[in-house]
């Protein structure tokens, strides 16, 4: 357990609202990350950061943007939510390179989009 | 590009029966390689890993694996199987090269122990 929360944990929006969710660090890991997870899809990386300020486009990144002002905090946000963006969402970190790319991941973020 | 295939979408087995869940990865570079274990509505925790050295790695809760180079597969097996091993299992890859911190999962194992 690296110090990872998710905030909210659960949340039901209706299709065109915006949604911010929050990943929150105290371990001062370096690198954020955040995937979706799917049935039958796995995960699949969304954005990530790997600095204050720095992010890029991992995977699935349309729809969503991210930011980064703080160490601590990586937000994602859904501009106009819709149904196919219902999915569990999990935030992950990584402290350095020094650490063979094992990431730590917080306990994830049920979204529904109706 | 990396990519990670996870042979089994499901597998059912007995309580205190072997189980091997299978993983193949495709990349053009070395990697590290890693099992990651999620718990009904939790989130994923460390299984183990392989970064270099020894192809046989030990892991938590009894599990191991076994990096194979030349079939490009990373198999978890465990001898016997728990009611509590009942979860979902990801194998996941990430290449070696500097400035790569990502990883690639495959599309997850369930697991079912039946008693």
């Known amino acids: 357990d690296a110090g990872i929360t998710q905030s909210p944990r659960h949340k039901v929006t209706e299709t065109g609202t915006p949604v911010t969710l929050r990943c929150h660090q105290t371990?001062?890991?370096?690198?954020m990350y955040w995937y979706r997870q799917d049935p039958g899809h796995g995960l699949r990386l969304i954005h990530y950061s790997y600095g204050v300020k720095d992010t890029d486009k991992g995977e699935v990144s349309d729809g969503y943007s991210v930011s980064r002002s703080k160490t601590e905090d990586f937000l994602l946000t859904l501009e106009s939510a819709t149904s196919s963006q219902t999915s569990v969402y999990f935030c992950?970190?990584?402290?350095?390179?020094?650490?063979?790319?094992?990431?730590?991941f917080g306990p994830g973020t049920r979204l529904t989009v109706l | 590009a990396q990519s990670v295939t996870q042979l089994d979408s499901q597998v059912p087995v007995f309580e205190e029966a072997p189980v091997e869940l299978r993983c193949n990865y495709s990349?053009?570079?070395?990697?590290?390689l890693f099992w990651y274990v999620q718990y009904p509505n939790q989130g994923l925790q460390l299984l183990l890993k392989y970064l270099s050295g020894s192809t046989l790695v030990k892991g938590i809760n009894g599990f191991e694996a076994e990096f194979n180079k030349s079939q490009t597969s990373f198999h978890l097996r465990k001898p016997s199987v728990h009611i509590s091993d009942t979860a979902e299992y990801f194998c996941?890859?990430?290449?070696?090269?500097?400035?790569?911190?990502?990883?690639?999962f495959g599309k997850g194992t369930k697991l079912s122990v039946i008693p």
């Open positions: 992950a970190t990584l402290p350095d390179r020094r650490h063979y790319n094992e990431q730590f």
């Open positions: 371990e001062n890991h370096r690198y």
């Open positions: 990349s053009s570079v070395s990697v590290y």
């Open positions: 996941a890859v990430s290449d070696q090269g500097a400035g790569s911190y990502q990883l690639t």
